[in-house]
């Protein structure tokens, strides 16, 4: 770092946000030889939305590119130790790969089409019927209820019209154990190669010299001199934006859209923490995973039936509504009739950074030099890693002169050799029909 001052300091790209996409970013401009900061409002890495991340690693993407990311993004879970590269005093974290099924309810829904590209990518799944489902998942209910409904619904206790068919299983599936934890290890990553991380430190203004950005202004006063300015600001991506000035000059917005994941013991006499997998549920509009103390973590998959709340993302109610509780909890016992409902409410509450078709933007922007890593939706965690890369070369392509928005950089996956279109991310393409336009991507 080339101090200035007290008050100013420089370095080659900044990064507003050390959640997890920030963290990977930070680790590969160092591991490039540029001087990296990391600024964040938080006293922490990871204790911005990710700290609350159910931290799943599927590859169950409705697009072909979706699936490529998530695929690569799984390499750097598996090769964790070696990727971070270093120590860290707090312990690595841990991937459990207990695999994941995704239920199917026809041959024309959702994971059908996501077999179908499994298929065509060579994404290793097993074909589950219903014996295997009551092999594997001996609790789980087979009967059709969709679509989801609302607990006040008149139908939602109807007796089961018809049967799911089966499911897709993808046996190299899983979750992280602490999300927060791998934010620790990308920084820990990132100083090993001279990032600096500064928390509590609140980017109030972003400027700008010679027409592109320059840097950014703290709340304390302290400046930061960059050339780059990295946007992965997580649900106040939209607030960032509006400061660097490129709100409007994009066609794809983000908002914060406020979630609940809710907590309940497992089924009785089960071990869901050994013997658990993830599972997803369009039947029922959930999906679900094994949490700590032998716990079932109950996600949305954001139904239309549920009223979709985007909120302020620096005021919004954080504790558990008993509205969503209940169906959340409700629904899951369609699936897993002996879960049951606990009087005591448990779970957690926080934003997803939602675009307009539910992926992500990975792009720069029409201010030189500043670039985006945001409208993660619910769904990026576990493609850190690779997003880590993809960024990292698309910054240093387009700093080296490459029209990215004509011509757009095409990175090789590390681990796959797969190719990754990064304008198929553009904060100016349409909205893309093929998303489900939900968590699911
Ligand atoms: C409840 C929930 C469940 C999820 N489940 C999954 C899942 O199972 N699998 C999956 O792949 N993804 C999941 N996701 C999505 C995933 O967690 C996010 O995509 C990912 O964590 C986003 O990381 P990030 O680094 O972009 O954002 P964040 O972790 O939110 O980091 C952004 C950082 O920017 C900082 N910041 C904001 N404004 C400023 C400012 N002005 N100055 C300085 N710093 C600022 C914040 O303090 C914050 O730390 C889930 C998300 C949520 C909320």
Same mark, same amino acid.
């Given at each position: 770092m080339g101090d200035q001052d007290d008050l100013s300091a420089e370095f080659?790209?900044?990064?507003? $946000?050390?959640?997890?996409?920030? $963290?990977?970013i930070a680790v590969e401009l160092a591991r490039k030889g540029m001087r990296v900061l990391n600024v964040d409002k938080a006293s922490a890495a990871g204790a911005g939305s990710t700290i609350n991340s159910c931290a799943i690693v599927r590859f169950s993407y409705s697009t072909a590119p979706g699936v490529v990311?998530?695929?690569?993004?799984?390499?750097?879970?598996?090769?964790?130790?070696?990727?971070?590269?270093?120590?860290d005093e707090l312990g690595l974290i841990e991937f459990h790969q207990c695999g994941q099924f995704n239920l199917i309810l026809n041959e024309d829904d959702r994971s059908s089409k996501v077999r179908t590209l499994w298929q065509e990518l060579g994404i290793p799944f097993e074909d589950w019927g219903l014996d295997d489902l009551t092999e594997r998942t001996p609790f789980l209910d087979h009967g059709r209820y969709g679509p989801p409904k609302r607990p006040d619904d008149p139908h939602f206790w109807d007796d089961p019209n018809g049967t799911i068919t089966g499911a897709i299983f993808t046996p190299d599936a899983g979750y992280i154990s602490d999300p927060q934890l791998s934010c620790h290890n990308l920084q820990r990553a990132a100083e090993a190669s001279g990032a600096e991380f500064w928390f509590n430190a609140e980017v109030t203004s972003i400027d700008r010299a010679d027409g592109r950005v320059s840097g950014v202004v703290l709340a304390d006063g302290r400046r930061v001199v960059a050339p780059i300015v990295v946007n992965?600001? $997580?649900?106040?991506?939209?607030?960032?934006?509006?400061?660097?000035?490129?709100?409007?000059?994009m066609k794809i917005k983000t908002r914060a859209l406020r979630h609940e994941v809710h907590h309940v013991p497992a089924p009785q006499d089960y071990d869901f923490m050994a013997n658990g997998t993830v599972g997803a549920d369009d039947d029922t509009g959930i999906y679900f995973r094994p949490e700590t103390g032998n716990n079932v973590l109950i996600g949305s998959g954001d139904p239309d039936c549920d009223t979709r709340k985007f909120v302020d993302p620096d005021n919004y109610d954080m504790n558990l509504s008993q509205d969503l509780w209940e169906a959340q909890v409700l629904r899951a016992n369609r699936r897993i009739p002996t879960l049951g409902v606990p009087h005591e409410k448990k779970g957690v509450v926080d934003l997803y950074d939602v675009s307009d078709d539910w992926l992500p933007i990975y792009d720069r922007t029409d201010l030189d030099g500043f670039y985006l890593a945001i409208g993660s939706s619910g769904n990026q965690y576990k493609n850190a890693g690779a997003v880590g890369h993809l960024m990292a070369e698309l910054i240093e392509a387009v700093e080296s002169g490459h029209d990215h928005d004509t011509t757009p950089v095409v990175v090789t996956g590390r681990y796959t050799g797969w190719e990754m279109d990064v304008g198929f991310y553009s904060r100016n393409r349409e909205v893309n029909p093929d998303s489900s336009m939900s968590v699911h991507g």
């Open positions: 080659d790209a900044v990064i507003i $946000g050390a959640g997890v996409l920030g $963290g990977a990311l998530a695929w690569e993004g799984l390499h750097y879970w598996t090769d964790w130790p070696a990727y971070i590269g270093t120590d992965v600001a $997580g649900p106040h991506s939209a607030v960032i934006n509006q400061m660097a000035g490129v709100y409007d000059s």
